[in-house]
Each structure stands twice: as C-alpha cells, then as structure tokens.
C-alpha cells in the first residue's frame, strides 16, 4: 500500500477554480493507477477521474468532464485534480487512492488517503 495525502480543498464561490494536490509517500506510486473520489453529506463516495500509471491515459465521469483535469507527476510523487467552473454540487470531500489499473470501480483501490473538504458557494 501507499501512504496518500491530499491538499487543496477550500470554500470557493461558484465558477471559481481550485487545484487539489495529492502527495504520495513512495516512489512505487509511479506503478500505480491513481483516482480521485468525491462524497457529498449524506451521499455513497463516487468516482471523479482516473489517470494510468504513466499518464498516457484518463478517465472522466461525465458529471466533470470537460471541467475537470487528472495529472500526474512521477518524479514529484504527486497527482492533482484541476477543478474548473465549479459548481455547488461539487461541494464534497475529495479523496485520491491508488490501484493497480485505471478503474472507475471503488473496490480497485486499495490505497485511499483522508480526503480532503471543498465547498462551493452559489
């Protein structure tokens, strides 16, 4: 496993844009597949976007595609999530876990860090 901490959250107003970071402990994070989650009060914690090992690939759910971009870097140890245009309903706490393949499928990961809290403002 991976230890993975993400940064970057925040209380933002709509149409704003935020950089989520996420910080891995190891260097074999490069041999990982790397998603971020999302989960809003009361609601099941979804997938967001994915991203290969090497970068070549991503995945997007269709709720923040075109908003939102996945990217890695391996020499940093460090994935991030560019969150454009937001909106209210992507006020959730954002987690970044690691798998052995790009998946949407939460049970992949088995790597997950502590999430971190963004809030958006209408």
């Known amino acids: 496993q991976v230890r993975l901490v993400e940064s970057g959250g925040g209380l933002v107003q709509a149409g704003d844009s935020l950089r989520l970071s996420c910080a891995a402990s190891?260097?074999?994070?490069?041999?990982?597949?790397m998603g971020w989650f999302r989960q809003a009060p009361g609601k099941e914690r979804d997938f967001v976007a994915a991203i290969t090992p090497s970068g070549a690939r991503t995945h997007y759910a269709d709720s923040v595609k075109v908003r939102f971009t996945i990217s890695r870097d391996n020499a940093k140890n460090t994935v991030r999530l560019e969150m454009n245009s937001l909106k209210p309903e992507d006020t959730a706490v954002y987690y970044c876990a690691a798998a052995r393949a790009l998946t949407t499928a939460q049970s992949a990961y088995d790597s997950w860090g502590q999430g971190t809290q963004v809030t958006v403002s209408s």
């Open positions: 190891a260097r074999t994070v490069s041999t990982y597949a």
